[in-house]
T-cell receptor, first 115, second 115 residues
Framework: DAGVIQSPRHEVTEMGQEVTLRCKPI?????LFWYRQTMMRGLELLIY????????DSGMPEDRFSAKMPNASFSTLKIQPSEPRDSAVYFC?????????????FGPGTRLTVL | AQTVTQSQPEMSVQEAETVTLSCTYD???????LFWYKQPPSRQMILVIR??????QNATENRFSVNFQKAAKSFSLKISDSQLGDTAMYFC????????????FGKGTSLLVTP
């Protein structure tokens, strides 16, 4: 079975532009997580979904960030407008949750650079 | 909020030797999960090992084993017969139902395996 798929792998954009990151979770997983990794703050949770419904978005930095999960096999994280401080690696992860096994499996990440 | 502390920012070990990475955590919960993830230079987050708090037996996965001390809130990772491919960042992470199964990561330990 394919793992978590993320696209693009690398994104370079200019300040003020809109950025959309994409994620396809492992088939059958009903939890999806977005994390951000920076040198200063380490790995931090941005938002997670259960059965396509956002459960906790308290980690989303500000209104410039938004995430959606229109169906069980696709999620997006959008930044509009982007700023240089948004430069980071963004990871998507999926799991079956406690009942099925809480281990999270990560995608390869998207390295975002905002100039 | 639960905190995860990795007190060793960097460690080095010679090939074929054994190394132990430390992790402590703070929680008032009784049921939770602990994980070690490996992040090689490719930046992929790879699960190394998982421990359920209700299990007294320490988890093992081939050359990787943990020393789980629940009362002391300690969760160290032992790597036996270290290999060059073990060179990576290692992250300790905590999860429980109250956190919505989101992972709370430590800052990481950079491990270098030398010939």
């Amino acid at each position: 079975d394919a793992g978590v798929i993320q696209s693009p792998r690398h994104e370079v954009t200019e300040m003020g532009q809109e950025v959309t990151l994409r994620c396809k979770p492992i088939s059958g997983h009903d939890y999806l997580f977005w994390y951000r990794q920076t040198m200063m703050r380490g790995l931090e949770l941005l938002i997670y979904f259960n059965n396509n419904v956002p459960i906790d978005d308290s980690g989303m930095p500000e209104d410039r960030f938004s995430a959606k999960m229109p169906n069980a096999s696709f999620s997006t994280l959008k930044i509009q407008p982007s700023e240089p401080r948004d430069s980071a690696v963004y990871f998507c992860a999926s799991s079956l949750g406690l009942a099925g096994g809480p281990t999270q499996y990560f995608g390869p990440g998207t390295r975002l650079t905002v100039l | 909020a639960q905190t995860v502390t990795q007190s060793q920012p960097e460690m080095s070990v010679q090939e074929a030797e054994t190394v132990t990475l430390s992790c402590t955590y703070d929680t008032s919960e009784n049921n939770y999960y602990l994980f070690w993830y490996k992040q090689p230079p490719s930046r992929q987050m790879i699960l190394v090992i998982r421990q359920e708090a209700y299990k007294q037996q320490n988890a093992t996965e081939n050359r990787f084993s943990v020393n789980f001390q629940k009362a002391a809130k300690s969760f160290s990772l032992k790597i036996s017969d270290s290999q060059l491919g073990d060179t990576a960042m290692y992250f300790c992470a905590f999860m429980n139902e109250n956190s919505g199964y989101a992972l709370n990561f430590g800052k990481g330990t950079s491990l270098l395996v030398t010939p």
